[in-house]
Protein backbone atom coordinates (compact mmCIF):
# COMPACT_ATOMS: atom_id res chain seq x y z
CA UNK A 1 0.00 0.00 0.00
CA UNK A 2 1.14 3.44 -0.82
CA UNK A 3 1.62 6.31 1.19
CA UNK A 4 -1.24 7.97 -0.73
CA UNK A 5 -3.94 4.86 -0.31
CA UNK A 6 -3.06 5.01 2.94
CA UNK A 7 -3.61 8.45 3.74
CA UNK A 8 -6.75 9.11 1.29
CA UNK A 9 -8.59 6.14 3.17
CA UNK A 10 -9.54 8.55 5.56
CA UNK A 11 -10.39 11.59 3.47
CA UNK A 12 -12.20 8.65 1.29
CA UNK A 13 -14.19 8.05 4.44
CA UNK A 14 -15.01 11.37 5.70
CA UNK A 15 -16.03 12.29 2.00
CA UNK A 16 -18.16 9.11 2.11
CA UNK A 17 -20.41 10.02 5.14
CA UNK A 18 -20.67 13.52 3.49
CA UNK A 19 -21.88 12.34 0.37
CA UNK A 20 -24.49 9.86 2.46
CA UNK A 21 -25.61 12.49 4.90
CA UNK A 22 -26.28 14.39 2.05
CA UNK A 23 -28.59 11.65 0.09
CA UNK A 24 -29.95 10.42 2.68
CA UNK A 25 -31.24 14.13 3.72
CA UNK A 26 -32.37 14.39 0.21
CA UNK A 27 -34.68 11.16 0.40
CA UNK A 28 -36.56 11.90 3.73
CA UNK A 29 -37.36 15.22 2.02
CA UNK A 30 -38.88 13.48 -0.67
CA UNK A 31 -40.67 11.22 2.09
CA UNK A 32 -41.75 14.31 3.59
CA UNK A 33 -42.63 16.08 -0.36
CA UNK A 34 -46.30 17.05 1.06
CA UNK A 35 -44.80 19.24 4.22
CA UNK A 36 -41.46 20.29 2.36
CA UNK A 37 -41.45 24.07 0.48
CA UNK A 38 -38.68 23.49 -2.34
CA UNK A 39 -37.31 25.99 -3.56
CA UNK A 40 -34.58 26.13 -6.87
CA UNK A 41 -31.75 28.14 -5.00
CA UNK A 42 -31.58 25.46 -1.88
CA UNK A 43 -31.53 22.65 -4.82
CA UNK A 44 -28.68 24.56 -6.61
CA UNK A 45 -26.99 24.50 -3.40
CA UNK A 46 -27.33 21.72 -2.25
CA UNK A 47 -25.73 20.05 -5.86
CA UNK A 48 -22.93 21.99 -5.36
CA UNK A 49 -22.02 20.99 -2.36
CA UNK A 50 -22.19 17.00 -3.95
CA UNK A 51 -20.25 18.53 -6.81
CA UNK A 52 -17.51 19.86 -4.34
CA UNK A 53 -17.82 15.96 -2.18
CA UNK A 54 -16.87 14.31 -5.72
CA UNK A 55 -14.36 16.83 -7.00
CA UNK A 56 -12.28 16.38 -4.08
CA UNK A 57 -12.90 13.43 -3.99
CA UNK A 58 -11.03 12.85 -7.18
CA UNK A 59 -8.72 15.74 -7.25
CA UNK A 60 -7.62 13.34 -4.23
CA UNK A 61 -6.18 10.91 -7.00
CA UNK A 62 -4.16 13.67 -8.66
CA UNK A 63 -2.54 13.73 -5.33
CA UNK A 64 -1.07 10.24 -6.00
CA UNK A 65 2.08 11.74 -7.61
CA UNK A 66 2.85 13.56 -4.10
CA UNK A 67 5.84 11.61 -3.56
CA UNK A 68 6.61 12.47 -0.19
CA UNK A 69 3.31 13.37 2.44
CA UNK A 70 3.74 15.29 5.24
CA UNK A 71 1.04 15.38 8.36
CA UNK A 72 0.37 18.76 7.87
CA UNK A 73 -0.42 17.77 4.12
CA UNK A 74 -2.54 15.38 6.01
CA UNK A 75 -4.58 17.46 7.91
CA UNK A 76 -5.24 19.84 5.48
CA UNK A 77 -6.98 17.37 3.78
CA UNK A 78 -8.65 15.73 6.61
CA UNK A 79 -9.85 19.38 7.69
CA UNK A 80 -10.48 20.21 4.10
CA UNK A 81 -12.90 16.88 4.06
CA UNK A 82 -13.96 18.18 7.17
CA UNK A 83 -15.64 20.82 6.46
CA UNK A 84 -17.07 19.49 2.98
CA UNK A 85 -18.99 17.13 5.44
CA UNK A 86 -20.13 20.15 7.39
CA UNK A 87 -21.66 21.65 4.05
CA UNK A 88 -23.14 18.78 3.27
CA UNK A 89 -24.66 18.53 6.53
CA UNK A 90 -25.85 21.31 6.50
CA UNK A 91 -26.92 21.74 2.72
CA UNK A 92 -30.74 21.03 3.11
CA UNK A 93 -32.86 21.61 5.62
CA UNK A 94 -34.27 18.66 8.05
CA UNK A 95 -37.25 18.26 9.72
CA UNK A 96 -36.70 18.02 13.70
CA UNK A 97 -40.39 17.22 14.30
CA UNK A 98 -40.97 20.83 16.45
CA UNK A 99 -44.58 20.93 15.45
CA UNK A 100 -44.48 24.61 16.68
CA UNK A 101 -41.94 25.35 13.81
CA UNK A 102 -43.94 25.77 10.30
CA UNK A 103 -41.22 26.23 8.41
CA UNK A 104 -38.13 23.83 9.21
CA UNK A 105 -38.53 22.45 5.92
CA UNK A 106 -38.84 25.54 3.40
CA UNK A 107 -35.94 25.49 1.67
CA UNK A 108 -35.44 29.00 1.68
CA UNK A 109 -35.95 29.80 5.03
CA UNK A 110 -33.33 27.18 6.22
CA UNK A 111 -30.82 28.65 3.29
CA UNK A 112 -31.14 31.88 4.71
CA UNK A 113 -31.00 30.74 8.67
CA UNK A 114 -28.99 27.54 9.51
CA UNK A 115 -27.85 27.08 5.60
CA UNK A 116 -25.54 30.33 6.17
CA UNK A 117 -23.49 27.51 8.49
CA UNK A 118 -23.23 25.34 5.21
CA UNK A 119 -21.94 28.38 3.78
CA UNK A 120 -19.65 29.09 6.56
CA UNK A 121 -18.36 25.25 6.36
CA UNK A 122 -17.32 25.87 2.83
CA UNK A 123 -15.35 29.22 3.21
CA UNK A 124 -13.43 26.74 5.28
CA UNK A 125 -12.81 24.68 2.54
CA UNK A 126 -12.14 27.46 -0.02
CA UNK A 127 -9.15 28.56 3.05
CA UNK A 128 -7.56 24.97 2.53
CA UNK A 129 -7.64 25.10 -0.96
CA UNK A 130 -4.35 27.18 -1.58
CA UNK A 131 -2.23 25.20 0.70
CA UNK A 132 -3.02 21.70 -1.47
CA UNK A 133 -2.77 24.01 -4.69
CA UNK A 134 0.44 25.85 -3.89
CA UNK A 135 2.43 22.98 -1.71
CA UNK A 136 0.95 19.98 -2.91
CA UNK A 137 0.32 20.49 -7.10
CA UNK A 138 2.69 23.30 -6.76
CA UNK A 139 0.59 25.10 -8.80
CA UNK A 140 0.87 28.94 -10.24
CA UNK A 141 0.28 31.35 -6.91
CA UNK A 142 -2.21 33.47 -9.09
CA UNK A 143 -5.10 31.17 -9.38
CA UNK A 144 -4.26 28.90 -6.18
CA UNK A 145 -4.84 32.17 -4.54
CA UNK A 146 -7.36 34.11 -6.93
CA UNK A 147 -9.95 31.18 -7.19
CA UNK A 148 -10.25 30.15 -3.68
CA UNK A 149 -10.51 33.99 -2.73
CA UNK A 150 -13.39 34.32 -5.02
CA UNK A 151 -15.14 31.35 -3.37
CA UNK A 152 -14.46 32.53 -0.37
CA UNK A 153 -16.18 36.04 -1.22
CA UNK A 154 -19.43 34.14 -2.57
CA UNK A 155 -19.01 32.36 0.92
CA UNK A 156 -19.09 35.50 3.54
CA UNK A 157 -21.50 36.84 0.99
CA UNK A 158 -23.66 34.56 1.57
CA UNK A 159 -23.21 34.94 5.23
CA UNK A 160 -23.46 37.84 5.90
CA UNK A 161 -26.48 38.81 3.00
CA UNK A 162 -28.81 35.95 3.29
CA UNK A 163 -31.81 37.58 1.55
CA UNK A 164 -29.40 37.63 -1.72
CA UNK A 165 -28.73 33.80 -1.30
CA UNK A 166 -31.17 33.03 -4.91
CA UNK A 167 -28.82 34.96 -7.16
CA UNK A 168 -25.58 33.76 -5.17
CA UNK A 169 -26.96 30.55 -4.93
CA UNK A 170 -26.41 31.42 -9.12
CA UNK A 171 -23.23 32.60 -8.90
CA UNK A 172 -22.13 29.69 -6.89
CA UNK A 173 -23.27 27.21 -9.63
CA UNK A 174 -21.08 29.11 -12.26
CA UNK A 175 -18.30 29.54 -10.01
CA UNK A 176 -18.52 25.20 -9.13
CA UNK A 177 -19.02 24.56 -13.07
CA UNK A 178 -15.73 26.94 -13.37
CA UNK A 179 -14.02 24.91 -10.95
CA UNK A 180 -14.87 21.74 -11.93
CA UNK A 181 -13.88 21.87 -15.72
CA UNK A 182 -10.63 23.27 -14.13
CA UNK A 183 -9.89 20.32 -12.20
CA UNK A 184 -11.29 17.62 -14.21
Known amino acids: MTQHEYIFIAISIILGLAMARLLHTAALLVRAHNRVTYHWATMLWGSCIFIYILQLWWVGWELRSVPDWTIVD ?4 VIGSIFVYGAAELALPTEDFDISEDTELDFLAHSRSLGRVSAMSMLGYFAVGPYVNLTMFQNPPLPSIAFPVLGGSLMLLM ?6 FKWLSV ?8 ILYLTA
Open 74 to 77: FFAL
Open 159 to 164: IVRPSW
Open 171 to 178: LFTAYTLV
